[in-house]
């Protein structure tokens, strides 16, 4: 039996995401952020649209992100919408920064530009695994919407479907976590914790941001509120026509692209934030899966304690594979 992974395209010789343009990844792949540049780095389906919608609006003050298109109009994705002209703007005015997110390879230390500021955001691979699965088995042009999830789990494992290895690029983002202008947190740290993790990524962005939610109650508030799954799931919806978000129309020129599940029942229109949970491996994963997750983690991990990230996710994930509750 021939086992399915999700569709991909081959760019200068290179697996790349099914949907990415060409001339727009090649400028990206040569990208270096500036001084006033904040570029969030992250594996796919690790928080990226959390941590960016908590970025903005606190680069925003707290004013309210109404819609997606607002949400790329203020800040950027390097490789999917290109950053050429582009100048950052809530639609009142232009923002003192330009907040940017990239899936691309984290670059190594010698190549970090010591006058802008990176974010990097990782999550543990079960789960990352499992929301990525419903993320390209929901969208057309990852022609897998009736693949499974342990064909999914080894397109995973092998790191060979569009977006490199999962383990390559959180181990290079974690060996920038001591670095001055690096914020290094995880999905987990988010999820748990939203108001510390605010405040953390306010200071590190500059300190009048963090003073500002510190010393006003009703401002942080607000950011809280507005940055909750559920707000965000309302908000976080793209128009897979292009016709709402002009950003990002490029990606869909030329094609239909529609969701198997369309957010509130429309097929052409898709939320980026799907449950927001931790723990939703445990719904998917078999004994004999994690055995296999395992297996790559011991190999890929081996010399770098990274997996304590997640000390108590791993206890669980091997408890499971023992039967233990």
């Known amino acids: 039996m021939i086992l399915r992974s999700p569709y991909y395209q081959v760019i200068d010789g290179v697996r790349r995401s099914a949907i990415v343009q060409p001339d727009v990844l090649r400028k990206a792949l040569h990208f270096t952020p500036v001084k006033g540049d904040i570029l969030q780095m992250s594996y796919p389906k690790c928080g990226t649209h959390w941590m960016q919608y908590l970025t903005l609006l606190i680069l925003n003050e707290g004013r309210p992100i109404r819609n997606y298109q607002e949400f790329s109009s203020s800040g950027r994705s390097v490789e999917y919408a290109g950053i050429e002209g582009w100048k950052p703007h809530n639609g009142e005015r232009t923002l003192p920064y330009r907040a940017m997110l990239t899936h691309l390879d984290p670059p190594r230390k010698k190549h970090l ?81 939203t108001r510390s993790v605010g405040l953390k990524l306010a200071y590190f962005l500059d300190e009048r941001y963090g003073r500002a939610l510190e010393t006003n109650d009703c401002l942080l508030r607000t950011l809280m509120e507005r940055s909750t799954v559920e707000h965000m799931k309302k908000l976080l919806v793209l128009d897979l026509k292009g016709e709402e978000n002009p950003a990002m129309s490029g990606l869909f020129k030329g094609r239909e692209v529609y969701a198997k599940v369309g957010y509130q029942g429309d097929r052409s229109k898709y939320s980026f934030v799907r449950k927001g949970i931790v723990g939703g491996w445990s719904e998917h994963f078999t004994k004999w899966q994690l055995q296999k997750m395992n297996v790559r983690i011991t190999e890929r991990t081996k010399g770098s304690d990274v997996m304590c990230l997640w000390t108590n996710i791993v206890r669980e994930t091997k408890n499971a594979m023992r039967g233990e509750q």
């Open 113 to 193: 530009n010591a006058d802008a500021k990176y974010v990097y955001v990782a999550r543990n691979p079960w789960d990352c695994c499992v929301s990525f699965y419903h993320h390209v088995s929901n969208l057309s042009p990852f022609r897998f919407q009736d693949g499974t999830f342990d064909e999914f789990l080894d397109s995973f494992l092998r790191g060979d479907f569009g977006y490199g290895d999962y383990f390559d690029h959180v181990l290079a983002g974690y060996a920038l976590k001591d670095e001055p202008n690096v914020l290094f947190v995880t999905y987990e740290q988010i999820k748990e914790d």
